[in-house]
């Protein structure tokens, strides 16, 4: 006997679409076929998708984020609203603050997700302080570890590196068969423009999109790819949002660089004007990139339907908006400068791209699969995940693919005070969500346990095939 069999539903891959029962035991996908037996436990999915559970490898959860200022989401609410949005792993990214080791910052880490996650979790490092002893020593014993991916920054003061940084940093990502992600934002071109702002006495939320313009991030992206290429090795270029950028992705495709493409759910609906609400209403929207323009949404989109894009993440990265350790702070009250960069968006990121992708036609349910579960589980080494098939872990969401919701904040599950996608109008949904065998949430209401996720390593990364 199985411990379950979902019956009459549609599969996805990220190859095909196909009616077939899907059975269960121990925590794994064991058959995929019809007429299958018994079970302890059966789900009628008649009318509904059968689709592998989401992996969201761009979150931000508990990290430290500056004087004062506090992240909206720990990994208990951030899990459980990733867990409703259609999730069964996230990868949030651990900081290395600076004078401090990996392997602290790691086990500090590891101490707050112990025990307080509704989904799997696995973690990116990000690398701040690139000591010899961090880039000979720390960092090739944590890849080994199954830590094999990290990330470093080309913007924000305290984080950012230099080019000769970034070089040695990729350079151990070369020796370990790791993949270094980076941010790209010309710091020195933002500061630049945040001092001509503020001459002019510019300081409103929107100014923080006129500061940080389309050609710092085209300009960082491609010297972020022009020191991949130096050093030979794989590349993520993170929340890409607009058509410039994507062409420097492009190109260095082009020249045979092995990069890969993500962009996020806020460049594909916000645009620039959205910052320049009433009352500051604009800092719910602040976030790094901003958004862009109604004609860079199509060029990111064009980016998800032509296979540019690999990855599509929610970069959540929440912080209240009434609160004074969040948004509106009160240094964030007076400038733009103060705003911390972020917005939630973990539970909304598949609804998004199903409503606007899929039911659109802008993408088939196959490509849809590729981008929100099988080309993060094989880019990030998350070998037991992101596949209806067996063998793999039974982490699945059944998506009623008819049902109609207007985004309401006050019925989502994250941390923070606002949805900067209030009132966006969706078709389809995730109704039940189970992981590694056990339901988490049946027909929309939580049955699963805080500390039913578990942390999980990983193997090393597999690079897309158009991009090797």
Not at 124 to 131: F, G, M, N, Q, R
Not at 282 to 294: E, I
Not at 350 to 377: C, Q, W, Y
Request: charge should be negative.
């Amino acid at each position: 006997m199985f411990d379950m069999v979902i019956r009459n539903g549609t599969v996805a891959t990220a190859s095909d679409v196909f009616k077939a029962d899907v059975a269960i035991r121990d925590g794994r996908i064991v058959q995929v076929g019809e007429a299958l037996g018994e079970a302890a436990k059966v789900i009628d999915a008649a009318g509904r998708l059968v689709l592998p559970g989401g992996i969201d490898s761009h979150v931000h959860l508990a990290q430290p984020s500056g004087d004062g200022i506090v992240m909206a989401d720990g990994f208990e609410s951030g899990t459980l609203s990733a867990l409703f949005g259609g999730n069964t792993t996230v990868m949030p990214f651990c900081l290395q603050e600076k004078g401090s080791s990996l392997r602290e910052a790691l086990t500090q880490y590891h101490a707050l997700a112990e025990g307080n996650c509704y989904t799997d979790v696995s973690f990116h490092l990000i690398v701040s302080d690139p000591t010899p002893a961090v880039l000979g020593q720390e960092l090739p014993a944590l890849v080994a570890d199954g830590y094999s991916s990290f990330k470093v920054f080309m913007t924000y003061e305290g984080l950012r590196l230099n080019d000769a940084q970034i070089l040695e940093t990729m350079d151990v990502a070369r020796r370990t068969g790791a993949l270094v992600m980076v941010h790209c934002e010309n710091e020195d071109a933002i500061r630049y423009l945040i001092g001509r702002h503020e001459e002019a006495g510019t300081v409103a939320p929107k100014a923080h999109a006129t500061t940080r313009p389309v050609v710092v991030e085209r300009e960082a992206t491609h010297r972020a790819l022009s020191l991949a290429e130096v050093v030979d090795v794989p590349v993520v270029i993170v929340h890409v949002s607009n058509g410039a950028a994507i062409e420097e992705i492009r190109a260095a495709r082009a020249r045979g660089l092995k990069v890969i493409g993500e962009t996020c759910p806020q460049y594909l609906t916000l645009t620039a004007d959205d910052l320049d609400g009433m009352d500051w209403e604009g800092a719910k929207f602040v976030c790094s990139p901003p958004p862009r323009t109604v004609e860079e949404q199509a060029n990111c989109w064009r980016g998800l339907e032509t296979g540019l894009f690999d990855l599509y993440s929610s970069d959540h990265c929440p912080f209240r908006y009434e609160d004074d350790k969040g948004k509106l702070n009160p240094k964030g009250r007076l400038s733009f400068r103060h705003i911390p960069n972020g917005i939630p968006g973990v539970e909304t990121r598949l609804p998004i791209l199903f409503s606007e992708g899929v039911m659109t036609g802008r993408i088939d349910l196959p490509r849809f699969v590729a981008l929100i579960a099988t080309n993060h589980a094989r880019v990030y080494g998350l070998e037991k995940k992101g596949s209806i098939t067996v063998g793999k872990d039974a982490d699945i969401a059944i998506w009623d693919p008819n049902e109609t919701r207007t985004i309401r904040h006050a019925e989502l599950h994250d941390g923070a005070d606002y949805t900067p996608y209030e009132g966006l109008e969706i078709k389809g949904w995730p109704t039940t969500v189970i992981l590694g065998g056990k339901c988490m949430v049946e027909d929309g209401q939580l049955v699963g346990a805080k500390g039913d996720g578990r942390y999980r390593s990983r193997t090393a990364p597999s690079m897309p095939t158009h991009a090797r």
